[in-house]
């Protein structure tokens, strides 16, 4: 299974959550505009070993800001996934940050399998 299969499986029980795989292709401009474009509830931004190092530190460097931004209407969690990250892992980071209900704007790096 995939990360993003294994996060996807992993909220699909959680009312509201969506996910957004940050995209080299669209730049950091373009997954933060996703991000605006949120409905509600929460949004798990899945960050993977695809993304360029600076792309990378500018998204996480946005993600307090656009969790202040969005507050209260959506909540924020992101998870970085290393590339020797186990998707099994990855998943129960986002599971955790979908239901602990008084966050936003958390960032959590897998950065090998444990």
């Known amino acids: ?20 795989v940050a995209d080299p292709t669209a730049g950091v401009a373009g997954t933060i505009d996703r ?3 949120t409905r509600g509830g929460f949004v798990l931004l899945l960050v993977d070993s695809r993304i360029a190092a600076l792309d990378r530190a500018m998204l996480l ?11 209260p209407r959506v909540r924020i969690g992101t998870v970085v996934a290393g590339p020797a990250a186990a998707a099994a892992d990855v998943a129960a980071a986002a599971g955790f ?9 958390q960032v959590l790096e897998i950065l090998a399998e444990g």
């Open 97 to 105: 940050l979908a239901r602990a209900r008084s966050t936003t704007g």
């Open 35 to 37: 991000l605006r474009r």
């Open 1 to 20: 299974m995939t990360v993003e299969a294994a996060v996807r499986a992993m909220l699909a029980d959680v009312p509201d959550a969506d996910v957004i």
């Open 61 to 71: 460097a946005a993600i307090g800001p656009l969790a202040a931004e969005l507050a």
